[in-house]
């Protein structure tokens, strides 16, 4: 498989278009938007702004003796939970939506996450409220049994987590796929704040010593296929192929993606080319104001009942 494939459509009427896919083997997303804007830049006859940074033994490949060795329990294997229910079809039928929020209604969200608990510190963030947010719509919109097990891939980041932390401009990938586990009937019955706290905890599990002892970890095992989108994906193996009654989630909320401009101009749209299997993909909106996107590709006979729950759960804050 090519590392990095590049598709340019020029339309009858002068617009361009610019598909751009790359190895995550490579990559994350934050290294290859780190390419794209210093690849405008040159071709705008511009210097470098930050040269990509390329050692990789900064993350210890081939020194042992920087880290400590894998914790004997740690086990990076996804165990997705399955349907309890043998009726969902092999491969359904998905289908993509581009939802958006304004600010007022983000923020919203983040009120509710923090409300009626007890004082949490620090305050549950955009990121883990939006999120808790669209788990619990999914499984509104699954029908999902009170005793469901379901789980939310989300991505952290090491960079800044591994001591000491990865030089500006690392150039590779630097995430963590983990897991926030709950049942079904808690996510759906407790409040936005149960589900923002799960995905806190999953999160913090990514800490400099998990770190280490992960590396560690697939270093030493025997097949790192078994870890791999494109693996999974012509085997029929679950991971870390989200599906009914789990949900994968990419956060773009943070990264530069707009202002992509080869000298012909600030660009018209620029997003996700895909969304896999039922899985999520958020997108700050290009106007700068606070709005956003959920770009979610979820089972066709879920999807309205889906949209119904994302917004009328948020207009009930107001009630």
Known sequence: MPLLLVQLTWFSYGGISLGLTA?????????LLHFISEWTGLARGEPLKLAPFLDRKVLGAGNDHLHPPASPSL????NLPTLLSSEEETKPETTIAMLKLTKEEVEKLKKMANEGEETIIPAYTRYESLVGHIWRCASKARKHKHEQPTALGVCASSRSRIKPALPKGYFGN???????TSTAGDLMAKSLSYAASRIREAIEIVTNEYIWSAIDYLKKHPDLTVFQDLQARTSNDQFPFYKNPNLGVVNWLSF???GVDFGW?????????DVDAESS????????????????????SHMEAFKKHFYEDIMICNM
Request: glycine letters at 12%; a negative charge; zero cysteines.
């Open 281 to 300: 993909f958020l997108v700050p909106s290009s106007s700068g104001d606070g709005s956003l996107v959920v770009a979610l590709s979820l089972q066709v």
């Open 174 to 180: 630097a995430i963590f796929d983990v897991l926030a």
């Open 23 to 31: 190895s995550h083997a490579v990559v994350d997303g934050q290294s």
């Open 256 to 258: 530069p993606i707009y």
């Open 265 to 273: 101009g600030k660009e018209v749209y620029i997003g996700p080319g």
């Open 75 to 78: 086990d990076l294997s996804f």
